[in-house]
């Protein structure tokens, strides 16, 4: 997958643009049904047909025009993700609309089996095209072959000019690497950046910070003047150091929506997406060319501990 590989132009799996071939053609075989033998739901359902039977039919009609709009997000389901959105919070809403009309007794139980056809056997599928669509949309895809640690110290450079190399040859580096601005989590680290500062210079390490804006922008973010740091807009060294993209429990699991909450109540907000949105952190301790411990979050909610990483060391 190169780079310019988005939701507007990335090949689509075979597998999600069948998926909706076969919803559109489902939904207007439903959207006929319902238009010619109207009351056959009802029958079926051991349910009195209603008075004003063309209100039902209408809706067929509607779920019928859906089937259209699958058909056509079929030939490219990553550029069409918003028809597949509205199509899966309509999956998503007619159970739960159908559960609390049965709980109040409107409607019989058995008449359930309709929402598995038209809602829950599609549920998955289509909630994997829209991560697929939400990851190329939030991340950016990786490019080539990763740089080894050698190459990625060696072309590197902080912003006091010194390559990522040299200043390792110099000092030993403790070294975070940040989520994007706009996390809630990059925003709680940066309020606890001097006490990590602190926690450095006790270990006799330096601190640099790894970004994933233009070289200049994190100024925005960080004190220009304080912490050395690094851009890395491209996620070249997050690579180098073993980082990788976070999957759905890593990014949206519990522990990160609890401690998402925890950071947002205590005035950390969340702001625009300034970087890779799927990009995890982590913190190294870094000399001579050499990684000597590692702490690879395992969530997006996991920040770096400097201390637990130098205790790990000694």
């Not at 033998?37 to 039902?56: D, I, T």
């Not at 003047?225 to 699991?253: H, M, N, Q, T």
Request: aromatic share 12%; proline share 4%; hydrophobic share 50%.
């Amino acid at each position: 997958m190169n780079l310019e590989c988005t939701a507007q132009s990335c090949k689509a799996p075979d597998w999600m643009k069948a998926s909706l071939k076969l919803a559109g053609i489902y939904n207007l075989l439903f959207g006929l049904w319902v238009l010619g033998w109207p009351g056959a739901w009802f029958s079926l359902s051991g349910m009195e047909a209603p008075r004003y039977l063309f209100l039902w039919q209408c809706i067929g009609m509607i779920v019928g025009v859906y089937g259209v709009g699958y058909l056509v997000a079929s030939l490219n389901p990553l550029k069409h993700w918003p028809i597949v959105l509205v199509g899966f919070l309509g999956k998503v809403f007619g159970p739960i609309g159908f559960v609390w009309a049965a709980s109040q007794g409107d409607l019989p139980w058995a008449a359930g089996w309709l929402n598995i056809f038209n809602d829950l056997i599609w549920l998955v599928p289509f909630a994997m095209i829209l991560w697929s669509a939400a990851c190329l949309m939030v991340g950016r895809p990786a490019v080539g072959e990763p740089m080894t640690l050698e190459q990625a110290s060696q072309s590197f450079r902080l912003t006091t000019g010194e390559t990522l190399q040299e200043a390792s040859e110099k000092e030993v580096l403790a070294i975070v690497f940040l989520r994007h601005f706009g996390c809630t989590f990059t925003r709680q680290l940066l309020r606890n950046l001097r006490e990590m500062h602190e926690r450095a210079d006790e270990a006799g390490a330096r601190l640099v910070l790894v970004h994933m804006l233009q070289e200049g922008e994190e100024t925005e973010f960080v004190d220009a003047d304080g912490v050395s740091r690094i851009a890395d807009p491209r996620c070249d060294l997050y690579r180098a150091f073993g980082l990788g993209k976070g999957g759905f429990l890593e990014l949206f699991g519990p522990k990160v929506w609890y401690r998402g909450a925890m950071a947002f109540l205590r005035g950390c907000g969340v702001g625009l997406l300034k970087g890779d949105g799927l990009q995890m952190p982590g913190a190294f301790v870094f000399q001579d060319g050499q990684i000597l411990e590692a702490q690879k979050a395992g969530s997006a909610a996991d920040l770096p501990n400097i201390e637990e990483l130098f205790k790990a060391r000694s």
